[in-house]
């Protein structure tokens, strides 16, 4: 083989989930919110000037990081912001877990964790969850270098109390631990307020789900300044401009918008309470979720013969072809009529 093929880096890529487009569809695969974002961010993008478009974007944020700062009660040199929460956790494992130790991670979680440390080669090591497919602080009290999981888990939806991240947090003080809040907002606790105990923390969060501009990809990290500069110091060794212009109005008129924010995750939280009980009356079982999202299993059905009926009726959830959890769907949390579209189905399906 020619050398120049040789030297081809080989990656096993993440897999996103499907994006079909089918004017009758009902979306349940990828999380993605079911409303549209706040009426400002609307406004924004009607108004959306393209003679500015020849200018190059502030490189540095600063509108949006003020906001986001703003937001949650935080000095702007805490946060940094990023084209989607993946391009933020992308360069948070190339800038923190450079060190020989393995960084540590649930075998069930974002499937995106390994895929970084076979990119970046990071050494790292799975922790099972449980039988009740929780996250064992206990599995992260040992050398490392550097934790990371979601809270809310991804795809289990469940919540793990402040107190046992900061049994994790307490147990680490020489590793960074990353909290990847993507769910935080449909009803898990961040642990933004432990910041000011522990100078090894970082906290990730996207406007890809309870803000729903999945589109416009933005997310951002929330740390002590001398891990934001070091992120920084990275980011403009890579690519100074990641945010565009457009990305960077809409994210200022979203986070102004508390109320809405409010409003949009109270109502996709009623309407997840509400599917719980009809999924449960069906005989499904899963895991009590604190995201937009629920991961169900029935003991009389088999997962993947579900996924690919409902598939051809047009409804889309996930499935993931991964030993421990075949036999579960995750279902996002649309709205009430495409919730009751999918009952309907269910309960036919369920009968024969
Ligand atoms: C959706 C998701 C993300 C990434 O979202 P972005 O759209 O890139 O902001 C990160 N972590 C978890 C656990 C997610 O589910």
Known sequence: ????????????????????????????????????????VQEILKMSHADQLRLYPDPTSHELNAAIADFYHVQESQVFTG????????MIFQTFFQS????????ITYAFYPVWCDLFRIPYEVQPLNDKLEIVPEDYFRENGGIVFPNPN???????????????????????????????????????????RYENLMVVQTFSKSRAMAGMRIGFAIGH??????????????NSYTLNRTSLSAGVASVKDRPYLEQQTAKIIATREHAKQVLA????????????FLFVT????????????????????RWFDSPRIRNYLRISIGTEEQMEALYQFLRQYLKK
């Open 154 to 196: 991804a795809p289990t939806g469940i919540a793990m109390p402040m107190s046992e991240i900061e049994r994790i947090l307490q147990h680490n003080p020489e590793s960074l631990v990353v909290v990847d809040e993507a769910y935080v907002d449909f009803g898990g606790e961040s642990v933004l307020p432990l910041l000011d």
């Open 100 to 107: 020989d130790l393995p960084i540590l991670f649930p075998d």
């Open 225 to 238: 300044p001398t891990l934001i500069r070091a992120l920084h110091d990275v980011k403009y060794s890579f």
């Open 298 to 317: 029935h003991p009389d059905c088999d997962a993947h013969e579900l996924f690919l009926a409902l598939r051809e009726a047009h409804i889309f959830v």
């Open 1 to 40: 083989m020619k050398r120049y093929l040789e030297a081809i880096r080989k990656v096993v890529p993440y897999v996103p989930g499907d994006q079909p487009n089918f004017p009758d569809m009902i979306k349940l695969n990828t999380n993605e919110n079911p409303y549209p974002p706040a009426p400002e």
């Open 281 to 292: 009356e069906l005989g499904f079982q899963f895991p009590d979720s604190k995201s937009n």
């Open 83 to 90: 084209v989607g929460s993946d391009d933020v956790l992308a």
